[in-house]
């Protein structure tokens, strides 16, 4: 009898919370899709930045919004280190392509690309359509191994780059635009061995998921992305990982395109593949010590 009357106000109420919670979910989200549709039509160009374009998922983000017409823009900027890498890819892109060769992690380098953007927009009658953020590096060992040198270079990369990027074309952007903001699957979990990647990429999730709510008041989108390991970008091998280890790996196209299309429909996440997807529902029931121990067999 007890036993009864505690499963039926268990069950009660974990109904009412549930169905409380689709409510907020749908109401949310109407309210989401009504505010993305407040683009500010005018005869301004469309400009679109790519950070990481000289490699990986970066390039592959150039190009498709270089070749496919429903991303159009009329201008490309692309950024990383690398000069020869970006004046490589600029040759193939069928877009006006800007090669913007600078370190993220370099606050002046930041303070230029900053003056010279405003410049851009103001002079040349520009408006930012997207802002792909997916520069970014990670790298294996034991984190007193590797050192804090080394793994702060990690987070300044994967978190304060991208924060300070985000702050720049934000401020810069009016209704319609669209961030992408490249995290990981690594940002749902702990990982060991690559314990600030993952802490690094926890950052960037939270701070873009929350920053969406703020920005989409503004009519600005942002898809935050997190991929399982993709084998062929240069991250893998960058970040001295075993690829044979690693369960039901990614393609970087694929990955791009399933992204670019959770974006413009408007998702607050996107998780390409069956393994992030199953990471996104599971990971945050599952207890992290059965997590860490999947990580140590398949990362
Ligand atoms: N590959 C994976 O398994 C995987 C999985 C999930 C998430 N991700 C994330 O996806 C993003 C792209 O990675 P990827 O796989 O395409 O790797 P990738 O091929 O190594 O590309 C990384 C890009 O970031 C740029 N970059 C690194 N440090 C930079 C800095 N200080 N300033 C400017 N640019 C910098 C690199 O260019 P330069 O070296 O020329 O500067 C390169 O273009 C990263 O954020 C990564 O964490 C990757």
Not at 50 to 58: E, N, P, R, Y
Not at 242 to 250: D, I, S, T, V
Request: aromatic share 8%.
């Amino acid at each position: 009898m007890i036993l009864r009357v505690v499963v039926t106000i268990f069950g009660t109420v974990f109904m009412a919370t549930g169905l409380i919670a689709i409510i907020i979910y749908i109401v949310e989200r109407i309210k989401y899709k009504n505010l993305l549709k407040e683009k500010v039509h005018n005869q301004s160009k469309e400009l679109a930045i790519v950070t990481g374009a000289s490699s990986g998922l970066g390039r592959d983000y150039a190009k498709l919004i270089s070749k496919n017409k429903k991303y159009h823009v009329d201008e490309l900027i692309i950024i990383a280190r690398r000069e020869d890498r970006l004046e490589k890819l600029k040759n193939i892109l069928t877009v006006p392509t800007i090669v913007y060769p600078m370190d993220m992690t370099d606050e002046e380098e930041m303070e230029d690309f900053k003056a010279y953007l405003e410049n851009k927009i103001k002079t040349e009658n520009f408006e930012i359509k997207y802002l792909i953020n997916a520069a970014g590096s990670g790298i294996k060992g034991k984190s007193l191994e590797l050192g804090s040198a080394r793994e702060i270079k990690t987070l300044k990369i994967n978190s304060e780059a991208q924060v300070r990027m985000t702050h720049i074309v934000a401020n810069l952007m009016s209704a319609g635009g669209n961030i992408i903001q490249v995290a990981s699957v690594a940002a749902f979990n702990p990982m060991e061995d690559l314990n600030m990647y993952a802490a690094s990429k926890a950052f960037i999730y939270t701070y873009a998921r929350g920053l969406r709510g703020e920005l989409l008041k503004r009519g600005i989108n942002i898809t935050t992305v997190c991929p399982y390991f993709i084998t062929d970008t240069e991250f893998i091998d960058k970040a001295k990982m075993n690829r044979k280890k690693l369960f039901m790996p990614l393609k970087s196209k694929h990955v791009v395109k399933k992204s670019m299309s959770d974006m413009s429909r408007g998702f607050a996440l996107s998780t390409p593949g069956f393994v992030a997807t199953m990471d996104r529902i599971f990971g945050g029931l599952v207890p992290d010590e059965v997590l860490l121990y999947l990580m140590r067999l398949f990362v």
